[in-house]
């Protein structure tokens, strides 16, 4: 087997439900599992948060729902974005919650409700400020007239998203309240009343309590990491995730080496190189190694050599410390009194950590702890 993988940490994510499960009392805790739960494994992360307290999951595809459901997973279950037309017959087999904000996608649920002979819940998402998916107010209004007039449909939330809560400073969440806030005082004159309210994400719920209302949705902070540097220190989140391959090939090299597809990179001195099979098919960026990546050996940092290839890349060891094949490398994670966190690879690679984590495919299978 080749030795690349993720070890996941289950402890750690139930650490991080309980701090988050507290910290929004009396909201309740939605957690957001989509993505293959941000790289984490949806099933088994799924199971973990529920027992450490979530209320509901979320998931952003009909089919992830599925999944959930073929797992044995009973707890409710909220689609993040309106399925297509075609996909509303599955959401209403598999008891998922729809979101809704296109008089298409309203008929398209109703009209699933009905052959399945069931009252289907839905939510609707406003859109105040994030310019993705949602209905304007107005229009939300007129959706929520719509569903009252019929018995198929139950409206059972109303949702907007924040577009810049991992900027503490940024006054545009505040207007995106009062905006969600406005829209609920006119639902209510209008007689609708007694669905959930939910506005927050990770950073709504870390740095904004008043967009906590009746629910918050909560995805990368489930994961130990912040939603931005910004908040790193608003709760004590433990990392879940720890990338591991080991070292392949060890080869001394003369100074003036170059290494690597297009000779990049150039050995400064005489030096250890070593090769690790992870690569660019793996989700490991192949511009890391020119933007001084480093990986951990021995409690070391050791920077990339080059540009990462497909399926390996290039560290360059040094010569004071030796490497040898077996060894340990921690691309993600911690080692010893060293880390590299998922914020520290985003910085470089100009995203962000939730990039960083998602980005791993199948050739690197995960290992529950």
């Known amino acids: 087997m080749r030795p690349t993988w993720s070890d ?25 599992v989509k993505a293959n739960a941000y790289g984490h ?6 199971r973990t948060v529920i027992d450490a307290g979530a209320t509901m999951l979320a ?10 459901r073929e797992a044995g997973i009973e707890t409710p279950i909220l689609l993040l974005s309106e399925p297509h037309p075609n996909e509303f017959a599955d959401a209403a087999e598999h008891r998922l919650i729809p979101t809704l904000y296109q008089s298409e996608g309203l008929k398209a649920a109703s009209a699933a409700a009905a052959a399945a002979g069931v009252c289907l819940p839905v939510h609707l998402k406003v859109d105040t400020g994030m310019a993705r998916v949602g209905a304007t107010p107005t229009e939300v209004m007129l959706l929520a007239d719509a569903i009252a007039q ?8 109303v949702w907007t998203h924040c577009a810049v809560a991992d900027e503490p400073g940024n006054s545009f969440t505040a207007h995106q309240i009062e905006q969600y806030n406005h829209l609920l005082s006119r639902l209510r004159m209008a007689g609708h009343e007694g669905f959930c309210r939910h506005l927050a994400n990770s950073a709504v719920a870390m740095a904004h309590p008043a967009g906590r209302f009746d629910m918050v949705r909560c995805g990368i902070a489930l994961y ?4 931005s540097p910004a908040l790193a220190d608003r709760l004590p989140l433990q990392p879940a995730m720890t990338l591991r391959t080991e070292v392949a090939m060890v080869k001394d090299v003369a100074a003036g080496t170059p290494v690597s597809y297009g000779h990049h990179y ?11 099979p992870i690569g660019y098919a793996d989700g490991w960026a192949r511009c890391l190694g020119l933007k001084g990546g480093e990986v951990l050996i021995g409690g070391r940092r050791r920077r990339l050599a080059g540009s990462v290839t497909m399926d390996q890349a290039m560290v360059d060891c040094g010569p004071d410390h030796p490497v040898s094949p077996g060894d340990e490398v921690i691309l993600l994670g911690r080692q010893g009194s060293e880390e590299i966190t998922a914020a520290e ?25």
Do not use: S, W
Not at 150 to 157: F, P, S
């Open 8 to 32: 996941i940490n289950l402890v750690a994510i139930a650490h991080n439900t309980g701090l988050l499960v507290e910290l929004i009392r009396p909201a309740k805790l939605c957690a957001v």
């Open 59 to 68: 998931v952003a595809l009909a089919d992830e729902g599925r999944q959930l």
């Open 41 to 46: 494994g949806m099933i088994p992360v799924a």
């Open 345 to 369: 690879i985003a910085q470089r690679l100009d995203t962000v950590a939730y990039e960083i984590v998602c980005r791993f495919g199948p050739r690197v299978p995960l290992r529950f702890l």
């Open 224 to 227: 130990g990491i912040p939603p």
């Open 150 to 157: 019929q018995d198929t449909l139950e409206l059972a939330g």
């Open 266 to 276: 150039t050995t400064p001195a005489d030096t250890q190189l070593a090769t690790i």
